[in-house]
C-alpha cells in the first residue's frame, strides 16, 4: 500500500497535436512502466483509429512508479486526454479523478483554442497547472515568445515553465521532478465509509465491464460487496488492479488511487460514469458530485444498409454506448430507409468516428441522414416542443416561433487570413463579440448559429486559413430565427431522409445545391424523373433527369411513317404510366454523398 502523500494524481491537456501521448510515452519510458522490446509510438492510443488518424479519443490512465532524484520511491497516476473539441467530456471527466495538470504547448505554434478552453476547465476543476513547453528541439521553435503569450492569453504565470522535447526525450526528466514538488498529493480518509468515483467503463469480452475508479476514501478490494449509488446494483469484486500501461493485479485500492475493478458486471448502462461506488455494508452516507451530463449537440439518423441488420445495429449501438457515455440513440422509422435509430453526438468529428467504430469492431455498412441541432419549437397553444428531426416538425399553422442554438465560438488565425475567416463568419450569420491581439495572431470571438457550424464549417475554416485557424466553442442559449423546413421531392414523393431545416435567407441556395447534387447522383431511370425543393407548397428549386429512351422505331426500314409514329405514341403513353407508377430507386450512396455536400 502507498502512503498517500507519495501518489500524485495528474492530467495531461494540450490543444490537438502538441505532443500529449509522445511525453506520456517519454514519461511511460523513463519510469519503466514497458520494456523497451514492448514500447511503440503513441502506447496509450490503443484503438486502431486512434493510430490511424493520429488523435487521442479516449482517455487513457497509467500508474508509473518514479525514482526521484533524491532516491524517494513516487506513484504518479497519469491521465492522457483528447485534444479536440469534440471530445472536451473525456477531458473533464479525467481533471475530476485529479488534483494537478501538465498544460503543454507547442513551442511553435503557441497558445491555440482548445488549449485555452482545456484550461478554463483545469481551473473550473481547481488543478495546479505546470506549463510545458514542447517541441524544442524544432527551428522554428520560440520559447520565450510562448511564455510572453502564456501570461498574455491565459494569464499564467509561465516564468517557470518548463522546455521540453518529447521526441529527444530533452527536459522530460524535469518534468516528472516538477510533478512531484509543485503538484499537491491528494486528500482522503483510509478509515471513512468506501466512496470512488466511477471515472469510465468498457466492455471486455472475457471480464464482462471493466470499471476505471478513483478511490476517495476507503479502499477497494478482493472479495468486497460493493453499491453503485445511482442505480442501487450491487456486486461482489472479482479482481482490483492498475494500469501500468498492462493490466496488474493488486491487493487493494486506497485513498487517492487510481486503478480498475471488475466484479461480474454484464450491463455497462449498470456503470453510469460518475456514480459514486461505495461499501454495500457500510455505505457512505453522500455521494459524490460526479460529473456534468453531457448534452449532445448534433443528432442524425442511423439506418443499416441492409434491413436484417437492425437488431446488430442495436446490440453495437449498446456496446459502443457502454464505451462513450457522451453518445446517444433511441429508435426512429423513416419512409424511405425503414427501421434505425436518431443518435446524439458532441459533434461532428464525434459522429465520423461512431460511424466509422460500427463499421470496423461491428462490420456494419451504415446510411446516414442529414446531420441537424436541437431546435426549440413554441407553439400557439403555449407548449414548447424540442425537435432533433426535421421530419418531425409540426404543422406551420400550429407554430409560434422557432428558437436555435447559438455557440459562442473562440477563433485563433494569423493577420494575412483575418479577411477570409471574418468573411466565413458573416457568410454563416454570425456576429462578432470581440477582436484581439496575440502577437501577430487575431483572436476573435463571435456568435454563431450551431445549425450553420454542424455541416462543413470547421472544414471551411481550415481551407480558408491554410490549415493555421484553430476553433473552439461553447454553448451560448436558444434564439428566435426565421427557421423553414425545405423538403425534397423525388418524382413527387417526399424523401423525410433529405428534409432540413434552414435558415430562409440560405434557404434556395442550399435547395438549388442539393437538387443539383442529387441529379448527378440519380441513375436515370426509363421516365423522366424530375427533383424538387419545396417549402410548405412553393417550389424553391428543380432539376430534371431525362429518361433513358430505347429507340422503338429502329426495326422499321422504309415504309409509311405513321408506322413509326404509332410506335412512338405506344411508348409515349408507356412512359406516362411508367412515370404515374414506377418507382425511383435512390442508391443508398447518393444520401450520403447528397448530405456531404460543401459550399461548392
Request: charge should be negative; include cysteine; hydrophobic fraction near 40%.
Amino acid at each position: 500500500m502507498t502512503e498517500i502523500s507519495r501518489i500524485r494524481n495528474f492530467a495531461i491537456i494540450a490543444h490537438i497535436d502538441h505532443g500529449k501521448s509522445t511525453l506520456a510515452d517519454r514519461l511511460i519510458q523513463i519510469c519503466e512502466g514497458l520494456s523497451e522490446r514492448e514500447m511503440r509510438e503513441q502506447v496509450l492510443d490503443s484503438m486502431e483509429i486512434e493510430r490511424e488518424r493520429g488523435i487521442t479519443i479516449k482517455a487513457q490512465t497509467v500508474r508509473l512508479e518514479y525514482r526521484a532524484r533524491d532516491g524517494e520511491t513516487w506513484v504518479l497516476n497519469l491521465m492522457d486526454t483528447p485534444g479536440h473539441v469534440d471530445f472536451s467530456y473525456e477531458v473533464s471527466r479525467s481533471l475530476a479523478a485529479c488534483e494537478g495538470s501538465l498544460l503543454i504547448v507547442d513551442a511553435s505554434q503557441g497558445v491555440e483554442a482548445q488549449t485555452l478552453a482545456n484550461v478554463y476547465q483545469a481551473l473550473e476543476a481547481d488543478h495546479e497547472i505546470i506549463p510545458v513547453l514542447n517541441k524544442i528541439d524544432l527551428p522554428a521553435a520560440e520559447p520565450e515568445r510562448v511564455k510572453r503569450q502564456i501570461e498574455d492569453v491565459i494569464g499564467l504565470d509561465a516564468s517557470d515553465a518548463i522546455c521540453v522535447s518529447a521526441k529527444t526525450g530533452e527536459g522530460v526528466e524535469d518534468v516528472l521532478e516538477a510533478i512531484i514538488h509543485r503538484l499537491p498529493p491528494p486528500a482522503g480518509d483510509a478509515a471513512a465509509p468506501t466512496r470512488a468515483l466511477l471515472v469510465d467503463s468498457w466492455y471486455d469480452a472475457y471480464l464482462g465491464v471493466i470499471v476505471l475508479v478513483r478511490v476517495i476514501d476507503g479502499r477497494l478490494k478482493k472479495g468486497q460487496t460493493i453499491r453503485m449509488m445511482a442505480t442501487g446494483a450491487e456486486y461482489e469484486i472479482d479482481e482490483v488492479g492498475v494500469f501500468t500501461p498492462k493490466k496488474m493485479p493488486v491487493a487493494s485500492l486506497g485513498p487517492g488511487e487510481i486503478g480498475f475493478i471488475t466484479a461480474g458486471i454484464k450491463e455497462v448502462a449498470d456503470t453510469r460514469v460518475g456514480d459514486t461506488i461505495t461499501d454495500a455494508r457500510r455505505p457512505c452516507t453522500k455521494p459524490l458530485p460526479g460529473f456534468r451530463p453531457t448534452r449532445s449537440v448534433v443528432f442524425c439518423g442511423l439506418f443499416p444498409a441492409d434491413a436484417a441488420d437492425y437488431e446488430h445495429l442495436r446490440e453495437s449501438l449498446a456496446k459502443l454506448r457502454l464505451n462513450d457515455a457522451s453518445f446517444e440513440f433511441e429508435p426512429e422509422t423513416s419512409a424511405a430507409l425503414g427501421f434505425g435509430f436518431r443518435c446524439g453526438f458532441l459533434g461532428m468529428l464525434h459522429l465520423e468516428i461512431v460511424q466509422e467504430r460500427l463499421r470496423r469492431e461491428f462490420g456494419l455498412e451504415l446510411i446516414t441522414t442529414s446531420p441537424s441541432v436541437v431546435y426549440r419549437v413554441h407553439l400557439t397553444d403555449g407548449t414548447v416542443k424540442e425537435i432533433h428531426n426535421p421530419a418531425d416538425m409540426p404543422d406551420p399553422v400550429r407554430i409560434a416561433k422557432i428558437e436555435e442554438p447559438w455557440i459562442e465560438a473562440t477563433i485563433l488565425v494569423p493577420d494575412e487570413f483575418l479577411g477570409a475567416v471574418l468573411k466565413l463568419c458573416e457568410e454563416r450569420r454570425g456576429i462578432q463579440k470581440d477582436l484581439t491581439y496575440a502577437g501577430s495572431r487575431a483572436m476573435l470571438v463571435y456568435e454563431l448559429p450551431l445549425n450553420e457550424v454542424v455541416y462543413d464549417f470547421y472544414d471551411r475554416l481550415k481551407s480558408v486559413s491554410r490549415g493555421y485557424a484553430s476553433f473552439d466553442y461553447q454553448m451560448a442559449d436558444y434564439r428566435e430565427g426565421d427557421l423553414v423546413r425545405m423538403t425534397i421531392l423525388i418524382n413527387g414523393e417526399p424523401v423525410d431522409a433529405l428534409s432540413v431545416l434552414v435558415h430562409r435567407s440560405q434557404a434556395e441556395r442550399r435547395g438549388r445545391m442539393l437538387v443539383k447534387r442529387l441529379k448527378e447522383l440519380i441513375p436515370r431511370h426509363l421516365f423522366k424523373i424530375p427533383i424538387q425543393a419545396a417549402i410548405g407548397g412553393k417550389i424553391i428549386a428543380r432539376e430534371t433527369i431525362p429518361a433513358l429512351r430505347k429507340d422503338v422505331t429502329a426495326k422499321c426500314y422504309g415504309g409509311d411513317v405513321s408506322r413509326k409514329r404509332k410506335l412512338l405514341e405506344k411508348q409515349k403513353a408507356g412512359k406516362k404510366r411508367m412515370r404515374a407508377f414506377g418507382k425511383v430507386d435512390v442508391p443508398h450512396d447518393a444520401f450520403i454523398a447528397a448530405l456531404k455536400m460543401g459550399d461548392e
